[in-house]
């Protein structure tokens, strides 16, 4: 009888040890040990410091017109403070990046509204956007 206890015991603590071995990505509680936590952080400290630098050195209060990229895609900032505003909450995953171009790409366009560079303001639905006339 002690023999068999003493087996199914072993058996037990066999199965549980092959079982922990074989989860090296994860540390026994359901949570990957991945960096992806620790850069999540890291980038959110960067985004929290770029604003502050922005919201200190920033005193620009012009019009700004940004390309969104390398697309087609524009959008009209009140001034060039928002625009480097929009680049801080950016990471290296998602690559959302404004490039400062030439007003007469935003001609027409309503501000924070990204639509095609050069397409002119085209009212939405309640019919309230704001047209930048440059």
Known sequence: MKAQLFACVLLLVAIFALTVSQNTDDDGFGIPDTDSLIRSKKSSKRSSKCRRNVQKSC???TKTCARLGRANICQAFH???Q???ANCGNNNMSSKFYRKVHLSLCKG???DTAL???SGGKTNSNGTTKIINF
Request: a positive charge; glycine letters at 6%; charged letters at 20%.
């Open 116 to 118: 095609p560079c050069g």
């Open 79 to 81: 001034n060039d403070c």
């Open 109 to 111: 366009l309503a501000y």
């Open 59 to 61: 005193t620009s209060s």
């Open 83 to 85: 625009r480097k505003l």
